[in-house]
């Protein structure tokens, strides 16, 4: 079935990494995504991997995929204050019937 | 030139109403979705329309109904609104019928409170 989950909340400081971690159960994803949602705004795409790759990076960000353990990661170097938001991880994928399924949102705080 | 723009941004309505939120989309995509968020940040597909077919309908209320005149609007009329409804509905659009390399793009959402 579907089901996409991470941890709820982080808190790190200004300048230090942040890591967010995500699981999931369908075998069969192609595009696994992580979106940035800020207060009273919409969901922003950050980055995606294709199912085939083990690692992507773009400037702050980078998403590790272990597809073994169905494990999703990303990686925020030098986080900034502007960084506060819920990241949420989907996932794309046959077995759900052609939706984007999303985890429930893992709130990260950077503290100054 | 907002790509995928819902109104209203806020509804406060009474029970029992029968309301309307609308879509657009001008990015020229096939592919337009209605998501609900609930108070815990819950995101739920409920509806998926590809060039004005029907083609995601989960497990949602027949008080939900959507519309698409044409594959840039997508519509989503409540009737007889409880307060169970009462959360954030995004409306989103992408390319094709799968995700992708762009996977999808929301609006900015329509809050609904039922009072």
């Known amino acids: 079935g579907e089901d996409v989950e991470q941890s709820l909340f982080l808190s790190v400081r200004e300048g230090d990494s942040s890591v967010i971690n995500c699981t999931y159960t369908?075998?069969?994803?192609?595009?696994l995504y992580w979106y940035k949602q800020e207060p009273g705004a919409g969901l922003q795409l950050l980055t995606y991997?294709?199912?085939?790759?083990d690692m992507k990076q773009d400037q702050r960000l980078t998403v590790l995929l272990n597809k073994k353990d169905k494990h999703l990661s990303l990686r925020i170097a030098d986080t900034q204050t502007g960084d506060s938001a819920i990241y949420f991880c989907a996932e794309w994928g046959l077995e759900y019937g052609n939706k984007l399924v999303f985890g429930a949102g893992t709130i990260l705080r950077v503290k100054s | 030139d907002t790509a995928v723009s819902q109104t209203p941004k806020y509804l406060v309505t009474q029970m029992g109403n029968d309301k309307s939120i609308k879509c657009e989309q001008n990015l020229g995509h096939d592919t337009m979705y209605w998501y609900k968020q609930d108070s815990k940040k819950f995101l739920k597909i409920m509806f998926s329309?590809?060039?004005?077919?029907?083609?995601i309908n989960e497990t949602v209320p027949n008080r939900f109904s959507p519309k698409s005149p044409d594959k840039a609007h997508l519509n989503l009329h409540i009737n007889s609104l409880e307060l169970g409804d009462s959360a954030v509905y995004f409306c989103?659009?992408?390319?094709?019928?799968?995700?992708?390399?762009?996977?999808?793009?929301f609006g900015s959402g329509t809050r609904l409170t039922v009072v």
């Open positions: 989103a659009s992408s390319l094709l019928k799968r995700a992708g390399n762009y996977g999808y793009t």
């Open positions: 369908d075998s069969s994803s192609t595009y």
């Open positions: 329309y590809n060039n004005k077919e029907l083609i």
């Open positions: 991997i294709f199912s085939n790759m």
